[in-house]
């Protein structure tokens, strides 16, 4: 629609400041003087002018350390009635605010940024919350903020994981990963923990699977899964640990070359990069305030298999006769994506190797009938003797 604008000023002024107005929008303003016996003289000719663009705000990077959000204006739009808009440049901008939201949690932030910094790593947020960040800007002639950007939504939430195959030193997990329908920035934080330690993996985006290897036979481990990523609009998560920050980035610091971080923050680990620490419930993850018992909550508990036995049970002249059986948990639990493998009796012949023959084989004989196998990868069994 159309806004008309109708101001009255003393004659010893000669400037006007006209407030609410819509950002990135063309405007014309028409002066018209009075003389002393209330003649109105006509109209100046109109003067069009085009207002700034408000500050736009995206999410430009995501590691293990923190969220990075960077922040910029762009010329106004061209229209016909002048050669040229009047930007605003950024060297008319004293300062920066930027602001956090929690719309999950009562988690609230702002920080004051000089104009120079145009990015910033925000961190200790909560999972399965989803956080609005705007940011404005102040020029040199205002004495007051100019309005908030559009927000910006950021969900950070763990993801099911569902255990494909294990055997005794590897684990396969996968989980459902819709893609993202444009380029904004997403990635997947996947942690490991047990044997005494805590792994990390930095996933891409677009990650729907992964092999866990190097692990300990008949060993429980938890898996925990973090998506990050920025989304179109605010998407409901449920919540979680209430907390209101001190200022964006929890704890962030202006360090001497002006640009803010949050403490300790080195950059995140490249695409699936590790990161290991000792103890048993070591998890390093500064982009969120979150402790073991916040990814215990979340994570899922597969088991490696137990290492197969094998014994003699009987030996002749030219044979040996093996059984092998792989131990069960002491509960009587199967791991999940395992199937309950039997006892099973094989019946190898031994023959003295001739000079015609030593290069050969063995060749084992059938497995007698009582034997029950399942030659499955990762199940089944191979004797050899």
């Not at 003389?35 to 085009?50: I, Y």
């Not at 440049?89 to 120079?116: F, H, M, N, W």
Request: hydrophobic residues 35%; contains cysteine.
């Amino acid at each position: 629609g159309k806004l008309t604008y109708d101001v009255y000023v003393s004659s010893a002024q000669t400037y006007l400041r006209v407030p609410a107005l819509r950002p990135d929008t063309v405007y014309e303003a028409h002066i018209s003087a009075c003389n002393r016996w209330g003649q109105w003289g006509s109209w100046s000719t109109g003067l069009v002018f085009n207002t700034a663009k408000p500050t736009e705000l995206s999410v430009t990077d995501i590691t293990r350390d923190a969220i990075q959000v960077a922040w910029g204006k762009s010329r106004p739009k061209e229209f016909p009635e002048a050669d040229d808009g009047p930007a605003s440049p950024d060297s008319a901008i004293v300062s920066y605010q930027l602001k956090v939201v929690g719309r999950d949690d009562d988690y609230c932030s702002e920080v004051t940024l000089p104009r120079d910094v145009t990015t910033f790593n925000i961190s200790g947020l909560n999972i399965n919350c989803c956080y609005a960040l705007q940011v404005r800007s102040m020029l040199a002639d205002d004495e007051t903020w100019g309005q908030w950007c559009q927000p910006i939504f950021v969900a950070i939430r763990s993801m099911a994981v569902r255990l494909l195959e294990t055997s005794q030193d590897w684990m396969h997990v996968c989980w459902h990963n819709p893609p993202a329908k444009d380029t904004r920035q997403k990635r997947l934080f996947l942690t490991q923990i047990g044997d005494g330690r805590s792994v990390t993996l930095t996933l891409p985006g677009d990650a729907l699977e992964h092999v866990f290897s190097d692990l300990n036979p008949a060993a429980h481990y938890s898996i925990h899964l973090m998506c990050i990523e920025q989304v179109p609009e605010y998407l409901p998560m449920g919540g979680g640990t209430a907390r209101v920050g001190s200022g964006a980035g929890g704890g962030a610091r202006d360090t001497p070359d002006g640009q803010a971080r949050p403490p300790s923050s080195t950059g995140g680990a490249p695409s699936g990069s590790s990161d290991s620490s000792g103890g048993t419930t070591a998890v390093s993850l500064p982009v969120v305030a979150a402790d073991y018992n916040s990814f215990s909550s979340d994570s899922s508990t597969f088991m490696t298999l137990h290492p197969i036995q094998l014994e003699v049970t009987s030996m002749g002249e030219n044979y040996v006769s093996l059984r092998w059986r792989r131990r069960v948990d002491p509960s009587g639990r199967i791991p999940i994506g395992v199937l309950p493998e039997e006892q099973a009796d094989y019946e190898v012949d031994i023959r003295v190797d001739t000079a015609e023959d030593s290069e050969a084989p063995l060749a084992p004989l059938s497995p007698s009938a009582s034997a029950q196998t399942r030659p499955s990868e990762g199940f089944g069994a191979e004797a050899a003797a």
